[in-house]
C-alpha cells in the first residue's frame, strides 16, 4: 500500500514538473516574441534615424559649397550632428544601427553567421580585448626575434637553424590571423579601422604562410645566406616598440575624444594621429624609419635572389610583399597625417572666426 501511494506522489510531482515546463517554454516563447517585435520597431527608428543624419550631413555640405550658408553655422550644425551620432553609436541604441558587411575572410572562417553584438558591453568587451591583444603580442613582436638573435650569437655559433625560426614564423601566421579576425568583428560592430590595416594582415599572412616553407640555410657561407633573416627578426623588433608606442598613445586618445564626444568607444584611432603634438614628433620618424627599414628588407631578399645567393622562389615573393607593405603603409601615415594637418587648418580658422566676433 505504501508503494502504490509513493508511485502515486512521484507521478504528481513528475505531472507538476511537466506542466511546470510547458509554463516555462510558453513564457519564455512569449517574451522572446515580444522582444523580437520591440527590437525590430527600433532597427527601424535607427535606420530611418541613420537615414536622416547622412541625408543632413549631404545637405549641409552641398549648401555650403554653394554659399548659401554661413559657414559658422555649417560648423555648429555639423558639430550638432557628430554629437547625435556619437549618443547613438556609443550608447545602448548601437545594436540597433544598420550593421557593416562582414565580408569574405569572416564568411571563410565563420559562415553565414552574424557577429553583431546586440548589447553594447559586449561590444566594448570585444574592443578592450583586441587592445590588450595587441599589447600583449608587442612584447612579443619584442622577445621573441631578440631571443633568437642572442640565442644565435651566443649558442649557435652565428647560424639559426631551422625549426625556432619555422616556429617564430607559425606564429606570426596566427598572430595576423587573430588580428585580421578581431579587426574585422570590430568593423562589423561599427569601428573605423581603416581597411588598409585589415589588408596589411592579409599580406602579412599570406608572407608567414609561404616563409613557412622556406628552407632556412646553413653552412656553410650562413651569415650571408642568413642575412635576410636576421634583418627580418631585427625590423620585427622595431616594428614591437613602434607598437608599445603606439598603442599607449592610441589609447589615451581615444579616451579623449570620446569624453569630448568626437569619436564612439568602438573606434580604432588612427596609428599615425593618435596624440598630441609632441607626440607625433616621436612617432613619426619612428613609423617611417620601420617602414623604411621594411621595404630595406624585401629590397634586400630580391637582391639575395637576384644575385644567385638564395634562388628560392619564397625569398622574391617575401621581399615583394614586405616592399609592397612599405609602400602602402608610408602612403596611409602620409595621407592620415595630411588629412590632421587639414583638420587643425580648420579649426584654427574657425576659433579665428569666433574670436573676431
Known amino acids: 500500500m505504501e508503494n502504490v501511494e509513493e508511485s502515486t506522489n512521484e507521478m504528481e510531482e513528475v505531472g507538476k514538473v511537466m506542466e511546470q515546463a510547458r509554463e516555462l517554454q510558453e513564457a519564455g516563447a512569449g517574451l522572446i516574441s515580444m522582444i523580437s517585435n520591440d527590437e525590430q520597431s527600433l532597427r527601424l527608428k535607427a535606420n530611418s534615424l541613420d537615414s536622416s543624419i547622412r541625408h543632413l550631413r549631404s545637405s549641409i555640405t552641398t549648401v555650403l559649397s554653394q554659399k548659401l550658408l554661413d559657414p559658422k553655422l555649417a560648423d555648429k550644425l555639423e558639430e550638432d550632428l557628430q554629437t547625435a551620432i556619437c549618443i547613438i553609436t556609443d550608447g545602448d541604441a548601437a545594436g540597433f544601427l544598420p550593421a557593416n ?30 587592445n590588450s591583444y595587441r599589447d600583449r603580442t ?95 627578426l631585427q625590423w620585427a623588433m622595431m616594428q614591437g616598440a613602434a607598437l608599445l608606442l603606439l598603442n599607449r598613445y592610441q589609447r589615451r586618445r581615444l579616451y579623449t ?17 593618435t596624440g598630441v603634438d609632441c607626440q607625433l614628433w616621436v612617432l ?54 595630411m588629412a590632421k594637418s587639414r583638420f587643425k587648418g580648420t579649426m584654427k580658422k574657425s576659433k579665428s572666426r569666433r574670436e573676431l566676433y
Open 138 to 232: 608587442a612584447l612579443m613582436f619584442i622577445l621573441f626575434p631578440l631571443i633568437l638573435l642572442i640565442l644565435r650569437s651566443w649558442i649557435w655559433e652565428g647560424c639559426l637553424p631551422a625549426f625556432p625560426v619555422q616556429l617564430y614564423e607559425a606564429w606570426l601566421l596566427f598572430l595576423n590571423t587573430g588580428l585580421a579576425l578581431r579587426e574585422n568583428i570590430l568593423r562589423a560592430n561599427g569601428s573605423d579601422i581603416r581597411p588598409w590595416w585589415i589588408y596589411h594582415h592579409y599580406f602579412a599572412i599570406a608572407t608567414a604562410l609561404v616563409s613557412l616553407t622556406w628552407e632556412i640555410k646553413g653552412q656553410p657561407n650562413c651569415g650571408q645566406k642568413q642575412r635576410g633573416v636576421e634583418l627580418f
Open 284 to 337: 613619426c620618424p619612428i613609423l617611417f624609419v620601420m617602414q623604411g627599414f621594411e621595404a630595406y628588407v624585401g629590397l634586400l631578399l630580391l637582391k639575395t635572389a637576384f644575385a644567385r645567393v638564395v634562388t628560392e622562389w619564397q625569398i622574391i615573393f617575401c621581399g615583394i610583399i614586405l616592399v609592397i607593405l612599405a609602400v602602402g603603409n608610408f602612403i596611409n601615415t602620409a595621407q592620415t597625417l
Open 257 to 273: 575624444r570620446i569624453s569630448l564626444g568626437k569619436s564612439n568607444s568602438m573606434n580604432v584611432a588612427r596609428r599615425e594621429t
Open 101 to 130: 558587411a562582414q565580408g569574405w575572410y569572416l564568411r571563410m572562417f565563420l559562415g553565414p553567421i552574424s557577429v553583431r553584438a546586440s548589447r553594447k558591453e559586449i561590444q566594448l568587451k570585444a574592443k578592450e580585448e583586441y
